[in-house]
């Protein structure tokens, strides 16, 4: 079925460089991405969204990048901290065979930051 | 506090018993979603409301699980008869408009 999935598990980063999470999809007619960062013993947290007329969109320190051609997005991390550490998904806001939108996520990319 | 609560943070059950999970969203929320989170996995959506009106059960992985929301503030998700396999993290989210906010979670370990 339609999914939404990451390609590596495990992203290590020394502080202060720039972190690059790639993401790939399979559902051509998806219209909105979102990026979460999930903290040990805590839930998603909201980092930056996208939607599909769009191929940029950047906030602090974050930049998503979106491929609808290779179906594919990114989410660049600028000048990683170690605050950074943690698991990000990519999720799709999709809408589901009861006419319904909710999250679909893929099983994340976990970003050890080392000082 | 503005955030979505959720308790308890962790629940013990044996086998065969019923938990309830509650979940407190940010006053005002209209929707408020479930999902569950096994380790090492990304959340999956279990059920959907719209103030009181559950629109989307259909994550719901069996006839064990049950949730509602009778007033369309706060939720309660109920697992009966639980199994090893219900063992995960509960999440709800709540929102207003397209960004959903998360609580913390309730860890479910079922032995």
């Known amino acids: 079925g339609e999914s939404v999935g990451l390609h590596l598990p495990t992203l290590s980063v020394q502080e202060g460089d720039n972190s690059i999470i790639n993401c790939a999809y399979s559902?051509?007619?998806?219209?909105?991405f979102i990026w979460y960062k999930q903290e040990s013993g805590k839930g998603p947290q909201f980092i930056i969204d996208?939607?599909?007329?769009?191929d940029k969109r950047q906030g602090q320190r974050v930049t998503v990048l979106l491929n609808k051609t290779v179906k594919h997005l990114s989410l660049q991390i600028a000048a990683t901290q170690p605050g950074d550490s943690a698991v990000y998904f990519c999720?799709?806001?999709?809408?589901?065979?009861?006419?319904?939108?909710?999250?679909?996520f893929g099983s994340g990319t976990r970003l050890q930051v080392q000082p | 506090g503005a955030g979505v609560s959720q308790s308890p943070r962790y629940k013990v059950a044996k086998r065969g018993q019923d938990v309830a999970l509650r979940c407190d969203p940010i006053?005002?929320?209209?929707?408020l979603f479930w999902y569950q989170q096994a380790l090492g996995q990304g959340p999956e959506f279990l059920t959907y409301?719209?103030?009181?009106?559950?629109?989307?059960k259909s994550g719901l992985p069996s006839d064990r699980f049950f949730a509602e929301r009778p007033e369309g503030s706060v939720s309660t998700l109920k697992i009966q008869r639980t199994q090893q396999e219900d063992s995960a993290v509960y999440l709800c989210?709540?929102?207003?408009?397209?960004?959903?906010?998360f609580g913390p979670g309730t860890r479910l370990t079922v032995l």
């Open positions: 989210a709540s929102s207003l408009a397209n960004e959903q906010f």
């Open positions: 559902n051509s007619a998806s219209d909105y």
């Open positions: 996208i939607r599909s007329n769009m």
């Open positions: 999720a799709e806001n999709m809408e589901r065979s009861t006419g319904r939108r909710a999250l679909t």
């Open positions: 006053s005002g929320h209209v929707s």
């Open positions: 409301f719209q103030n009181e009106a559950q629109l989307d």
